[in-house]
């Protein structure tokens, strides 16, 4: 039987790793989220289910609950995030549209689609949420609460930890 020389073995790893780079889709039109100020103590339900419940900041009210709700036969994106439920939902859970990606990686927003779907344009499965701008959308402030809530260890609880040593950049740089 014939070996396959080590330089063809290696140039498949290479394809494969670069498939597998290609699959997740670098995120991309990603909003600048640097320069702000971080959130240290975080409460899951007052901010993360605020956010979901109602994120609108032009007078009106507008909740990623409005299409994320439970409806039969299915909330949009497959994502119930009711309050009560949304935690459950999304940690170390798959993305119902792309399972090779979770929702929340503790710890790694920018691995976590949530994070992704609010932050960029193509955010590498689906569109930006929330879906064509509904309600003006969030700001970059409420986009990295998301973000901090996530590298604080997404916790369902109030987490207050410093996380961030001062050097560290915050968020996609485009
Ligand atoms: C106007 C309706 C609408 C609003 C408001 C909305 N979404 Fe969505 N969302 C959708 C639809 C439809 C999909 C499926 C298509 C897609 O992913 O682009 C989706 C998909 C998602 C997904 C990915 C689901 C999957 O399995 O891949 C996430 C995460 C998500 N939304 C989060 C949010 C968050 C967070 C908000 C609020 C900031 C929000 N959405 C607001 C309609 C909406």
């Not at 063809?8 to 039109?29: R, S």
């Not at 170390?92 to 920018?110: K, N, T």
């Not at 949420?129 to 604080?152: R, T, V």
Request: glycine share 14%; with cysteine.
């Amino acid at each position: 039987m014939r070996t396959r020389p080590a330089s063809a073995v290696a140039t498949g790893i290479v394809l494969a790793l670069a498939a597998t780079l290609a699959h997740a889709g670098a995120p991309q039109g990603c909003t600048r989220i640097a320069d702000i100020p971080p959130n240290y103590a975080i409460s899951y339900g007052a901010a993360l289910q605020g956010l979901f419940d109602d994120y609108a900041t032009n007078g009106g009210s507008a909740g990623c609950v409005d299409c994320h709700f439970a409806p039969p036969p299915m909330p949009s994106g497959e994502l119930d995030l009711s309050a009560g439920v949304s935690w459950g939902h999304l940690v170390g859970v798959p993305s119902a549209e792309d399972p090779g990606i979770l929702y929340v990686v503790p710890g790694r927003p920018q691995e976590s689609l949530l994070f992704r779907k609010v932050n960029c344009d193509t955010p590498g499965a689906g569109a930006r949420m929330p879906l064509d701008n509904y309600g003006g959308g969030l700001l970059p402030e409420q986009q990295a609460l998301i973000y901090d809530w996530i590298a604080n260890g997404a916790l369902p609880g109030t987490s207050n930890t410093v996380f961030r040593d001062g050097f560290e950049i915050r968020g996609f740089v485009p």
